[in-house]
């Protein structure tokens, strides 16, 4: 199967050869638009939550801080990573969650819940997840993490259009 017919997950095989494959006449200066993409790929990013302490080890950075790994962002001083749904039973046993995080509490990980183990990502498919994990109104709130988004999918083939800032 060359084409996306169906919405799929952003785990599914060769999914980057099949965007640009069924993508390519609507793209502009050779570069697809995320917001195409997100017509056949939905977002990785189930739910999130804010828990107290640092979580993150043997976890797969996403969200801004997958982002400050590879571009100017500034990561928030909370870092952010996935944990599949799977796992979720165990890793959620004794975490205290937090609803108001202060900007300045340094004791905080942002956990994202991911339907599938992002460790079987390559780096081009993680990184088009992680940039389907933000909706409109993440970029919309924040216009450096779509600038930031723009970026890393940009030599992948892809790039946020300018209504989406």
């Known amino acids: ?40 790929v939905s977002s990785p990013k189930l739910a999130e939550f804010q828990i107290r302490g640092f979580h993150g080890d043997g976890l ?13 962002l500034a990561d928030r001083p909370h870092k952010t990573f996935a944990v599949p749904i799977q796992n979720w039973p165990e890793f959620s046993k004794g975490k205290i969650f937090v609803e108001n995080v202060g900007f300045n509490e340094k004791q905080i990980t942002r956990i994202e819940l991911w339907p599938f183990d992002p460790t079987e990502l390559d780096e081009d ?38 209504e989406e800032y």
Do not use: C
């Open 60 to 72: 797969v950075p996403v969200g801004d801080t997958f982002l400050d790994a590879r571009t100017m």
């Open 1 to 40: 199967m060359n084409d996306i017919t169906l919405v799929v997950m952003a785990n599914e095989p060769d999914l980057l050869k099949k965007l640009l494959n069924a993508l390519h006449r609507g793209a502009r200066d050779g570069l697809i638009s995320i917001a195409d993409v997100r017509k056949f």
């Open 125 to 162: 498919q993680l990184t088009l997840a992680v940039a389907l994990s933000y909706n409109l109104r993440e970029f919309y709130g924040e216009p450096r993490i779509a600038g930031a988004v723009d970026e890393v999918i940009r030599p992948l083939g892809f790039f946020v259009p300018d």
